[in-house]
Nanobody, 126 residues
C-alpha cells in the first residue's frame, strides 16, 4: 500500500517562503516519477513540478524560478521549496507518484499519476 503524506503548508505573507514535504511509505521515491500539483477552488488540479528518477526536474511556467522540487533519498521524502510567494499561489498542494516513467508532454497530466497525498493548504496573504 503506497501512502503519501504532505506537511509544511500554512499561511505566509506575499514575498515569503514555505517548504512542503511529502513523505512516502510503501514506495521508494527515488525509483519513481514524482509530481506536485495544486488546486484552486472550483478548478481542476494544475501541474506545478515534476522530478524524474534521474533527478531531472520540470516546472510550470507560473512557478519557474521561484519553486524548486528535490528529494532526500535517505528520508524517502520529496520537497517543494516555494520562494517569492504570491497571492495567486494560494491553493491546496498535492504530491503524487506515477508507476510509469513520464516524459515532458505527459508529466503535467494528473491522470498519469497513480497515488496522491491528502493535500496541504498554502495561503499567501497580501
Amino acid at each position: 500500500q503506497v501512502q503519501l503524506v504532505e506537511s509544511g503548508g500554512g499561511l505566509v505573507q506575499a514575498g515569503g517562503s514555505l517548504r512542503l514535504s511529502c513523505t512516502a511509505s510503501g514506495r521508494t521515491l527515488r525509483d519513481y516519477a514524482m509530481g506536485w500539483f495544486r488546486q484552486f477552488p472550483g478548478k481542476e488540479r494544475e501541474f506545478v513540478a515534476h522530478i524524474r528518477r534521474s533527478g531531472q526536474t520540470w516546472y510550470a511556467n507560473s512557478v519557474k524560478g521561484r519553486f524548486t522540487t528535490s528529494r532526500d533519498n535517505g528520508k524517502n521524502t520529496l520537497y517543494l521549496q516555494m520562494n517569492s510567494l504570491k497571492e495567486e499561489d494560494t491553493a491546496v498542494y498535492y504530491c503524487a507518484t506515477s508507476n510509469r516513467g513520464l516524459i515532458y508532454s505527459t508529466a503535467a497530466n494528473a491522470n498519469e499519476y497513480d497515488y496522491w497525498g491528502q493535500g496541504a493548504q498554502v495561503t499567501v496573504s497580501s
